[in-house]
């Protein structure tokens, strides 16, 4: 009976807090409907929330201007779920969220502080959150009322009588508190596309019945965090290791100065004694300025030394008596303990709401910042709005999107999860990178731990894998990432480098000196760029190797030809008359399968690069053919045709393909069925027969799909290899990336196979499954095991690499279900021969099942299917100056082109093939055909 009465008394409380939470939200406002006021394109039809793929931490819903976002709802201090393994051991709560443009990356965490990334002359942290030294990232307010009472408006941090709501949105974060008198309403976001600094929009209403005078504190921290390359990160051997190793990275600010000044409006730090060097080089000693700008008015006063702003050492609690900054702040560099708080007195009336504005970022050391942040001025009570919807209808500019039959399995998201997911991807794909100095290109990195924790950014697969569909989004953003990776080429052994870091620095990461199919990667970008384009000037685009004051500028046909060189004469062929594999192929650990590794990396061959050769070969051909290199493209089409011929003869008697040679008698994939080689295969068209195609979709879904929960296995073991090693040969795990050629392939064979596969391999049948793990939901890794693993929806971490400790963010995961959205409309670079001239062009076949209407619109081009799949439409919209050629497939349910509507000064050519279309340059216009 007693107990009885506990649990009566327990369920009642927890009743009456409820009830309390709801009121407070009704008074906040909080649970108010949001009135939607698009700025979507008029190509994109309204977004709708859907009902997949929202976990157990949220709820996916369109935001006021139409566009995706994710409430977070879950109360992570008190709710068991929000704790998720790390190799730290450490009980972490933490889940955070990108807002990004092309200079910045911040972290929005649910806790409501904020940190920011930037990669100018090398990877460093601005702000990093480290409380055990006092810093606490900022992003945040502090309110001191008259009554006494210090508010930290963070949700980690609020008072317990008081709410918050986040928003996790395309390029913002919204972190609101409200006690139900007071609301602090804070909007953090990234201008476009490139302003080197963040602003902070923050709204402050009096909800009561009285006047309210207080001071409003705007924080943020000071505390440089430089992250030059480590390549041991984990924690998986050792838990202390990773806060050693970020130790070792503070001690890099030893000898520095820190001082804090302020000038009107502006609240600048600077770290000045280091010592200049020249890149490239693993650290860059000479730090930017950060500054805080208010951009509202003039602040009251300003505090610089948390010691006297904060009651406690490591928790942000105010002090009562603290003092404000009275002419210069200085103070050692090693631990800077130092923040940039401007603050304003506040008289509030009842009902009003004051908005104050500010701005966080960087700048070259001493140089001026009034003009820099000009643009971004409070200019009235109407701008903060104005300028939200800007940055909305900027990331809607850029959004993909989809029609298509609603899916009637009940294994795969709804439509509109569907489609909100391919807009959410654009943005973060977009979104995810910087500027680099040394190499004076943007990039998009791979980002997650490698990048991260690593500081390691690559490898160059990676980036093409990147630059595929952002052609068809973002043209611009993919010529740069192209260009910058054509830099990665050694000088001295034109051999392309697995990985950057620091201040233009490369590394091969220890064990990757050698990998023998970077090029290859890179003919595919490039051939995915031009063709999608039809943008031929990239070839000419005049680009060094590295170090670049060491090499020539070269067109960048000259870094296809010297790949064409490196392959053939200095990789070569082994045994077998496959391309060696030397250190690695896309899978970076695939020699340690081998039982010798340093026979496997002398003398071991992979069949996928021959595969990729047969398929990425013809295109590389094609664009040295356009440029004369005759020998060049002659030599590499030779040996594209001997590397098809020998892959071909690698398919065993059960229907799939090795894998790869460890040495002249060790065959390996027979006991082991790899995703990635299979689906290469397909790709490349080897198997003999449509039949033996399809029966290759059926064993590859068989054994790596079917028995998945969650997307298919990247491979999967019949026998234990002799040197599995966990966290990066371990069996279970499925990667977007290489999912997404597998659908590539499976289009080539199986349209339905291909359009299931593209529905099951998405962020929102994760979260679905996996709904109480939070990566997977609006962001992830790059790969995370399934239902066969004891780690059953987590993703992985090895000696070396921690990449549970920094989950999301991984390009991989947001490039997977762009490209397999492209293949399975059947877009992708092909080649055709006319008049003895092999041409490269964009290949449109729409792989699609029967029985509804489908459409893929990419800010480059949309392409429409009939409901009975007799015709389809293709709409070319002009974003640079030049033509395209592409070679028009059939209809989904037509085996041949029967005819082509073309508009007038639009040419075709009738080729086995289908219908090769040449469209000329039309100025900001659209050009529509028709393929019966």
């Given at each position: 009976?007693?107990?009885?009465?506990?649990?009566?008394?327990?369920?009642?409380?927890?009743?009456?807090?409820?009830?309390?939470?709801?009121?407070?939200?009704?008074?906040?406002?909080?649970?108010?409907?949001?009135?939607?006021?698009?700025?979507?394109?008029?190509?994109?039809?309204?977004?709708?929330?859907?009902?997949?793929?929202?976990?157990?931490?949220?709820?996916?819903?369109?935001?006021?201007?139409?566009?995706?976002?994710?409430?977070?709802?879950?109360?992570?201090?008190?709710?068991?779920?929000?704790?998720?393994?790390?190799?730290?051991?450490?009980?972490?709560?933490?889940?955070?969220?990108?807002?990004?443009?092309?200079?910045?990356?911040?972290?929005?965490?649910?806790?409501?502080?904020?940190?920011?990334?930037?990669?100018?002359?090398?990877?460093?942290?601005?702000?990093?959150?480290?409380?055990?030294?006092?810093?606490?990232?900022?992003?945040?307010?502090?309110?001191?009322?008259?009554?006494?009472?210090?508010?930290?408006?963070?949700?980690?941090?609020?008072?317990?009588?008081?709410?918050?709501?986040?928003?996790?949105?395309?390029?913002?974060?919204?972190?609101?508190?409200?006690?139900?008198?007071?609301r602090v309403e804070r909007n953090i976001w990234a201008p476009q596309p490139d302003a080197a600094l963040l602003v902070d929009d923050v709204a402050i209403t009096n909800l009561t019945g009285r006047t309210i005078d207080l001071e409003h504190v705007e924080v943020w921290d000071v505390n440089r965090h430089a992250m030059p390359i480590q390549l041991v990160r984990s924690g998986s051997l050792e838990p202390t290791l990773p806060a050693r190793l970020d130790a070792e990275r503070d001690a890099l600010n030893e000898g520095l100065t820190l001082s804090i000044g302020h000038d009107g409006a502006i609240v600048r730090a600077q770290l000045s004694g280091g010592t200049p060097v020249s890149p490239p080089t693993d650290f860059n000693p000479e730090p930017f300025d950060t500054f805080v700008a208010d951009l509202s008015g003039i602040p009251d006063r300003v505090y610089a030394d948390p010691r006297a702003f904060w009651a406690e050492a490591t928790r942000p609690v105010p002090a009562a008596g603290r003092v404000a900054l009275d002419g210069r702040f200085e103070v050692d560099g090693f631990g800077q303990a130092a923040m940039l708080a401007p603050s304003r007195n506040l008289t509030i009336a009842p009902g009003e709401t004051v908005r104050l504005r500010y701005a966080f970022g960087y700048t070259e050391p001493g140089a001026a910042v009034t003009a820099m942040v000009a643009p971004w001025q409070l200019a009235s009570e109407q701008t903060a709005e104005q300028d939200a919807r800007a940055l909305a209808a900027a990331h809607a500019a850029y959004a993909v999107d989809l029609t298509a039959p609603e899916p009637a399995r009940g294994d795969v998201p709804?439509?509109?999860?569907?489609?909100?997911?391919?807009?959410?991807?654009?943005?973060?794909?977009?979104?995810?990178?910087?500027?680099?100095?040394y190499f004076e290109h943007f990039i998009v990195n791979q980002g997650s731990a490698y990048w991260y924790k690593h500081g390691l950014d690559g490898a160059v697969r990676d980036f093409m894998f990147i630059a595929a569909p952002l052609s068809y989004i973002d043209p611009a953003l993919a010529r740069e990432v192209l260009l910058y990776a054509a830099r990665m080429r050694h000088e001295d052994r034109r051999a392309l480098s697995y990985a950057v870091g620091g201040y233009g620095q490369l590394s091969d990461a220890g064990i990757h000196t050698n990998p023998s199919d970077v090029d290859l990667f890179l003919w595919w970008g490039i051939a995915e760029y031009v063709?999608?384009?039809g943008d031929q000037t990239i070839l000419d685009a005049m680009e060094p190797w590295?170090?670049?004051?060491?090499?020539?500028?070269?067109?960048?046909?000259?870094?296809?030809?010297?790949?064409?060189?490196?392959?053939?004469?200095?990789?070569?062929?082994?045994?077998?008359?496959?391309?060696?594999?030397?250190?690695?192929?896309?899978?970076?650990?695939?020699?340690?399968?081998?039982?010798?590794?340093?026979?496997?990396?002398?003398?071991?061959?992979?069949?996928?690069?021959?595969?990729?050769?047969?398929?990425?070969?013809?295109?590389?051909?094609?664009?040295?053919?356009?440029?004369?290199?005759?020998?060049?493209?002659?030599?590499?089409?030779?040996?594209?045709?001997?590397?098809?011929?020998?892959?071909?003869?690698?398919r065993l008697p059960d229907g799939w393909y090795r894998r790869a040679w460890f040495g002249p008698n060790e065959p390996f994939g027979e006991e082991v069925i790899f995703l990635f080689s299979n689906a290469l295969a397909l790709i490349a068209d080897l198997p003999p027969t449509p039949d033996d195609a399809r029966e290759l979709v059926v064993l590859t879904r068989e054994h790596l799909s079917t028995p998945s929960t969650t997307g298919m296995f990247q491979f999967h073991y019949f026998s234990e290899p002799a040197n599995a090693l966990e966290g990066a040969t371990d069996e279970g795990s499925s990667n977007p990336a290489i999912s997404a050629?597998?659908?590539?392939?499976?289009?080539?064979?199986?349209?339905?196979?291909?359009?299931?596969?593209?529905?099951?391999?998405?962020?929102?049948?994760?979260?679905?499954?996996?709904?109480?793990?939070?990566?997977?939901?609006?962001?992830?890794?790059?790969?995370?095991?399934?239902?066969?693993?004891?780690?059953?929806?987590?993703?992985?971490?090895?000696?070396?690499?921690?990449?549970?400790?920094?989950?999301?963010?991984?390009?991989?995961?947001?490039?997977?279900?762009?490209?397999?959205?492209?293949?399975?409309?059947?877009?992708?670079?092909?080649?055709?021969?006319?008049?003895?001239?092999?041409?490269?062009?964009?290949?449109?076949?729409?792989?699609?099942?029967?029985?509804?209407?489908?459409?893929?619109?990419?800010?480059?081009?949309?392409?429409?299917?009939?409901?009975?799949g007799a015709s389809y439409s293709v709409t070319l919209r002009s974003r640079t100056n030049a033509s395209r050629a592409l070679l028009l497939g059939p209809p989904p349910a037509r085996d041949t082109v029967t005819g082509v509507e073309l508009p007038d000064g639009v040419t075709a050519v009738t080729l086995p093939e289908g219908q090769l279309v040449r469209v000329p340059i039309v100025a900001d216009a659209e050009t529509m055909l028709i393929v019966r």
């Open positions: 009976m007693r107990t009885s009465n506990v649990v009566r008394a327990i369920l009642l409380l927890a009743t009456l807090a409820g009830c309390q939470s709801e009121t407070l939200a009704r008074r906040c406002g909080f649970d108010a409907p949001v009135q939607v006021q698009s700025v979507l394109p008029d190509r994109i039809a309204p977004f709708a929330a859907g009902a997949s793929g929202h976990g157990s931490f949220g709820l996916w819903f369109v935001d006021r201007f139409g566009l995706p976002a994710y409430r977070y709802t879950l109360d992570q201090m008190h709710d068991g779920r929000a704790l998720w393994p790390n190799t730290e051991q450490l009980p972490r709560r933490d889940h955070w969220h990108l807002v990004g443009n092309l200079r910045i990356n911040a972290l929005a965490y649910n806790h409501g502080y904020v940190e920011v990334f930037i990669q100018d002359r090398g990877l460093e942290a601005l702000n990093r959150f480290d409380p055990a030294s006092g810093n606490f990232a900022g992003g945040f307010s502090v309110l001191s009322l008259a009554d006494g009472r210090q508010i930290v408006t963070a949700d980690r941090w609020k008072p317990a009588e008081s709410l918050t709501r986040r928003v996790f949105g395309m390029g913002y974060a919204t972190h609101d508190w409200c006690d139900g008198e007071l709804d439509l509109a999860a569907l489609r909100r997911e391919l807009a959410w991807h654009s943005y973060y794909l977009r979104n995810a990178g910087g500027f680099q100095q063709a999608a384009t590295w170090p670049k004051d060491e090499s020539a500028s070269r067109p960048l046909w000259r870094h296809i030809e010297a790949g064409v060189r490196r392959l053939i004469d200095d990789i070569g062929v082994g045994a077998h008359g496959l391309i060696h594999v030397q250190t690695g192929d896309w899978d970076d650990s695939i020699t340690f399968f081998a039982e010798d590794r340093e026979q496997a990396e002398k003398e071991g061959e992979s069949v996928a690069n021959a595969m990729m050769a047969a398929r990425m070969g013809s295109w590389a051909a094609a664009m040295l053919e356009a440029r004369g290199a005759t020998t060049a493209a002659n030599d590499i089409l030779t040996f594209s045709a001997q590397q098809r011929r020998e892959a071909a003869e690698e050629l597998a659908i590539w392939g499976f289009a080539h064979a199986d349209r339905d196979a291909a359009w299931i596969e593209f529905l099951r391999n998405t962020m929102a049948r994760k979260a679905d499954v996996y709904p109480d793990i939070w990566y997977g939901i609006w962001s992830g890794p790059d790969a995370q095991y399934t239902n066969v693993h004891p780690d059953a929806g987590q993703t992985w971490a090895s000696v070396a690499t921690p990449t549970r400790d920094f989950p999301i963010i991984n390009s991989n995961q947001h490039v997977g279900p762009l490209l397999g959205a492209l293949r399975v409309f059947g877009i992708e670079p092909v080649t055709a021969v006319v008049e003895g001239r092999t041409e490269l062009a964009l290949g449109i076949a729409p792989k699609l099942p029967p029985g509804g209407q489908y459409a893929l619109d990419l800010p480059l081009m949309r392409v429409d299917v009939a409901a009975d």
